[in-house]
């Protein structure tokens, strides 16, 4: 079966080609990074706008990259939510419109499931069932997955999600959006333990998370150390103290999540860990995990950098998946931008009810 996914829940137009028999055989990307860097943040409106732009192109070069005449196609994948409803319409009108002028099924798959199997897409796969760490922008998740489809969800953040502390620390440093990767950047020159943020709430039993008092935590030293500058007659932080505040920011972050997964791995019995989303392309926390999964004898699963964060790869993959399953959406275009995952099932036959 050869599948046709699109992502365009956020600031990425991403449009792939996957084959159950012959793997992905094409992957685009286009990131509206520089579209949005003057904002300081995503602005819905302009990200729906540039998708627009640019899905057909997109569809285009990954259909001639992958040697695929639209009448070799047996589905089309988009992403039909969680997500920004103006950006996610764009997606799943091109979508839903191309499978209904092909004559081929259409699936609208659930963004963070797509995250989720991201891993499946490389040679080390993981077998089920595996504890799953999903960590992106707008989710901090640990969920338990039996099987595809199949998600108990064990805790999430009761505020901000990992990215987002990652990026709101990072406008506080100065740093120009998307704010995670320049900060993880800036903390590989720091000192560690030069200065100390909280591991919040590790102290007490439980899996969920919160990251919006290790922001305020940052953004209290950054205040104090920008006094000290200038009673220094400095303008700004130096350099060093600028990436040693970014290094105790992410060590606390990384520290936070790897005390977590450990518990969950624990309470669930399970040898196996995904970690996937974008804050997954952080290598402190890939290196982390890592060591931690090496030490209890279990094995930790990512999927390459570039399919860390959104991407049309994984949506792709998710949707040959449920397709296979002889899974369908409806005629119509519909989105849902917010999603819990939890109300997916296993992948069977029959019409979604979006
Ligand atoms: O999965 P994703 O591309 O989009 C969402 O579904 O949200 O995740 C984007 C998030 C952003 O918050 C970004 O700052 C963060 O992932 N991120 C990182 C890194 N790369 C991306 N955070 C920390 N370290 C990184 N290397
Ligand atoms: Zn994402």
């Known amino acids: 079966m050869r ?34 860097a003057d904002y300081g943040g995503v602005v819905p409106e302009l990200a729906s706008r540039d998708h627009v732009r640019k899905i057909l192109p997109l569809i285009q070069q990954a259909l001639d990259e992958a040697n695929t005449k639209p009448e070799q196609l047996d589905g089309i994948a988009y992403t039909a939510g969680p997500g920004l409803i103006g950006a996610l319409l764009v997606g799943a009108s091109v979508g839903r419109s191309l499978a ?12 963070m499931e797509g995250h989720l199997l991201a891993p499946m897409l490389e040679e080390n796969s993981p077998e089920l069932p595996f504890l799953a760490l ?21 805790g999430e953040s009761v505020d901000d999600a990992a990215g987002e502390a990652f990026d709101k620390t990072a406008k506080l440093l100065g740093l120009d959006y998307p704010g995670g ?8 020159q720091g000192k560690a333990k030069r200065f100390t ?28 150390q920008q006094a000290l500058a200038i009673a220094a007659g400095l303008d700004v932080i130096e350099q060093q103290t600028q990436a040693d505040i970014a290094r105790a920011f992410q060590d606390a972050v990384v520290d936070t999540l790897v005390i977590k997964c450990q518990r969950a791995l624990k309470q669930t ?5 995904v970690v996937a989303g974008g804050v997954s392309a952080n290598i402190r926390l890939r290196e982390a995990l ?20 959104d991407n049309g790869a994984m949506i792709a993959f998710a949707g040959a998946y449920r397709l296979a399953a002889g899974e369908r959406a409806k005629e119509n275009i519909s989105v849902r931008p917010r999603w819990p995952m939890t109300e997916l099932a ?7 009810p979006y």
């Open 3 to 36: 599948v046709l996914g699109i992502e365009t829940s956020c600031d990425e137009t991403g449009v792939a080609v996957y084959d159950t028999e012959a793997g992905l055989l094409s992957h685009t990307l286009y990131s509206q990074v520089k579209l949005h």
């Open 100 to 111: 209904f002028g092909w004559n081929i099924p259409a699936i609208g798959v659930h963004h």
């Open 134 to 154: 999903l960590v992106s922008g707008g989710h901090t998740q640990l969920v338990q997955v039996d099987a595809v489809g199949k998600y108990i969800l064990l």
């Open 181 to 188: 990767p320049r900060l993880a950047a800036l903390a590989g």
């Open 197 to 224: 943020f909280p591991r919040p709430m590790t102290a007490k039993p439980g899996l969920d998370f919160s990251f919006s008092g290790l922001k305020t935590a940052a953004a209290t030293t950054i205040a104090e």
């Open 269 to 273: 019995g399970l040898k196996r860990l």
């Open 290 to 309: 890592a060591a931690t999964m090496k030490q209890q004898g279990g094995e930790v699963f990512y999927p390459r950098p570039e399919f860390c964060t």
């Open 346 to 352: 296993e992948p069977g036959v029959g019409l979604l």
